[in-house]
């Protein structure tokens, strides 16, 4: 039973991280992705690295 739910929230999930690929590619030509797709995965990279301090850093600044 979890199985079942489990791989009807990763179907949802690979349904929409598609989605958002769709969207990407509309504007885009292939060779252009890398300028889109660099930058977010540095991004979530930087905010992945950095979350297990993120809650003292922002209490630190007062915000």
């Known amino acids: 039973m979890a199985t079942n ?3 009807s929230n990763n179907q ?3 349904g929409f991280i598609w989605s958002i ?3 990407l ?10 300028r889109v797709m660099l930058p ?3 991004l979530r990279r930087l905010d992945a ?5 993120s809650k003292a850093v ?3 600044m007062g915000l």
């Open 58 to 60: 922002l209490e630190a």
């Open 12 to 14: 949802e999930l690979v």
């Open 5 to 7: 739910i489990e791989n």
């Open 25 to 34: 590619r509309r504007p885009y030509r292939p060779p252009q992705y890398r």
């Open 49 to 53: 690295v950095l979350e297990p301090t």
């Open 40 to 42: 977010l995965i540095v």
């Open 21 to 23: 690929a769709d969207k």
